[in-house]
């Protein structure tokens, strides 16, 4: 009897050491995935990729899929169901550690095992609409890359998707993907057909290579690939953070609601990118071009100066951030100064290194063959006297009005003054029909 009993013993001595290993393990598991989140939440977002193309194709829809944040807060936009002003979201983008699916959730989406963040990016919606051109030019000058949606149950290219195309290879983005949005409208056929009109809208263009992913943003069909391909494809670039910083803005805005007390008013907040250097909570800043004011019967921007009293990347606050993604500088200045995008085109930066400021530019000027843009095929004409133009460079947007020609080259007196650096690309829209449309860029030549 006590030769059958030992088994029993040994048995139970096992069954103890595996429940202590299984306690271990469960443990090991559970510090493992607070230590995922954790390093999740303290990521700072290190690339601004953006979504462009067409109104309607589904850019709005496929930031939501991302990041589950529906961009288009402002009144007007649910109302037209369209972006007016620049969307911006951070996600975070995991690869699963069993079947290599990619996702943004923690737990992977087919088979529920752990997933390893690859980086944290931001996203910018950019406006599709003909008449917000300008809002969308801005925006593309804080991008490292771009999505072109094509919705595959219309006709490409639309006449935006053409001039968002334009766009991104004026400013100097090269690194793109085409995504074929909507796929569960259409059959398989309709969708090979799609897939053929957008090969042949590349094939003369830099992005001839570029990846076309079929995918349905609403119905979240096809997210893996385009994740994977966005990592293959969208690479965070090098950036210097021991440069002066330049920080350009793209929205300006107060936070604070209607029935706020004064005493617990918050200052202006500014959204957009850092470009190079090092920005920190508590630096003293300032912003160019400034506020206007008038002095001896003439209209001048005066620097504004103001200290930084928070940094929120999504909705957490960072003692300082380097080049990357979107982020929010939170400000001791008068809210009602910002607001409404007051200062959106603004540049931010140290006293005495920013660039420099222009009432007037020299452009060097390269047309284009056609007007983009337009369903019509229209020639660019020849840029004329006092013509006005709608200049973007950096994050701003301002009219110039032609002063000069020469070979090649304009000069411009701007309606709101400018800060960049000679050299700056400078994309150039002409009024044509009621709509500015893309006609050509130029590079600033010197300050006047």
């Known amino acids: 009897?006590?030769?059958?009993?030992?088994?029993?013993?040994?048995?139970?001595?096992?069954?103890?050491?595996?429940?202590?290993?299984?306690?271990?393990?469960?443990?090991?598991?559970?510090?493992?995935?607070?230590?995922?989140?954790?390093?999740?939440?303290?990521?700072?977002?290190?690339?601004?990729?953006?979504?462009?193309?067409?109104?309607?194709?589904?850019?709005?829809?496929?930031?939501?899929?991302?990041?589950?944040?529906?961009?288009?807060?402002?009144?007007?936009?649910?109302?037209?169901?369209?972006?007016?002003?620049?969307?911006?979201?951070?996600?975070?983008?995991?690869?699963?550690?069993?079947?290599?699916?990619?996702?943004?959730?923690?737990?992977?989406?087919?088979?529920?095992?752990?997933?390893?963040?690859?980086?944290?990016?931001?996203?910018?919606?950019?406006?599709?609409?003909?008449?917000?051109?300008?809002?969308?030019?801005?925006?593309t000058t804080i991008m490292d890359g771009a999505l072109l949606l094509v919705a595959v149950n219309e006709e490409c290219p639309q006449p935006q998707t053409r001039e968002h195309l334009m766009a991104l290879e004026i400013i100097g983005i090269k690194n793109i993907i085409v995504i074929q949005n909507k796929i569960d409208l259409v059959s398989e056929e309709d969708a090979i057909k799609n897939h053929k009109e957008i090969k042949e809208f590349l094939k003369n263009t830099p992005f001839k290579n570029a990846p076309i992913i079929p995918i349905s943003a609403q119905h979240n069909v096809g997210i893996s690939s385009l994740i994977g391909a966005i990592e293959k494809t969208?690479?965070?670039?090098?950036?210097?953070?021991?440069?002066?910083?330049?920080?350009?803005?793209?929205?300006?805005?107060?936070?604070?609601?209607?029935?706020?007390?004064?005493?617990?008013?918050?200052?202006?907040?500014?959204?957009?990118?850092?470009?190079?250097?090092?920005?920190?909570?508590?630096?003293?800043?300032?912003?160019?071009?400034?506020?206007?004011?008038?002095?001896?019967?003439?209209?001048?921007?005066?620097?504004?100066?103001?200290?930084?009293?928070?940094?929120?990347?999504?909705?957490?606050?960072?003692?300082?951030?380097?080049?990357?993604?979107s982020v929010g500088i939170l400000t001791s200045l008068d809210p009602g100064i910002v607001k409404s995008d007051k200062l959106s085109g603004s540049v931010v930066g140290v006293e005495e290194k920013l660039p420099p400021v222009h009432y007037q530019l020299k452009l060097a000027v390269t047309l284009l063959e056609r007007v983009v843009g337009t369903e019509k095929n229209l020639d660019v004409e020849p840029i004329k006297m006092t013509e006005a133009l709608m200049l973007n460079v950096n994050s701003a947007a301002t009219v110039g009005i032609v002063t000069e020609l020469r070979k090649n080259a304009i000069s411009c007196r701007l309606k709101l003054p400018v800060c960049a650096d000679i050299g700056a690309r400078v994309t150039i829209s002409r009024m044509i029909g009621n709509r500015f449309r893309l006609i050509g860029y130029g590079l600033i030549q010197e300050s006047s």
């Open 1 to 139: 009897m006590a030769e059958k009993k030992k088994p029993k013993k040994d048995t139970e001595k096992e069954s103890s050491v595996q429940k202590k290993k299984k306690r271990k393990k469960r443990k090991t598991k559970s510090t493992t995935a607070h230590k995922t989140k954790k390093s999740d939440d303290s990521l700072l977002p290190e690339i601004n990729i953006g979504l462009v193309g067409h109104v309607d194709h589904g850019k709005t829809t496929l930031l939501e899929s991302f990041s589950g944040k529906w961009a288009d807060t402002h009144s007007e936009e649910i109302k037209r169901g369209i972006t007016i002003r620049l969307g911006y979201a951070d996600t975070t983008f995991r690869k699963c550690r069993k079947c290599d699916t990619y996702t943004t959730k923690e737990k992977c989406p087919e088979c529920d095992s752990e997933t390893d963040i690859l980086r944290k990016v931001s996203f910018v919606d950019a406006p599709g609409h003909e008449s917000l051109m300008a809002t969308m030019l801005a925006g």
């Open 234 to 325: 969208i690479p965070t670039p090098k950036r210097s953070a021991s440069l002066d910083p330049i920080f350009l803005v793209a929205r300006s805005f107060d936070i604070n609601k209607p029935s706020s007390k004064t005493d617990n008013l918050v200052g202006g907040v500014f959204g957009g990118a850092l470009i190079q250097g090092e920005l920190k909570n508590g630096s003293e800043i300032m912003i160019l071009p400034g506020y206007e004011v008038i002095e001896k019967n003439q209209k001048i921007f005066k620097p504004l100066k103001t200290k930084i009293i928070d940094i929120k990347t999504g909705s957490k606050s960072v003692d300082k951030i380097s080049p990357g993604g």
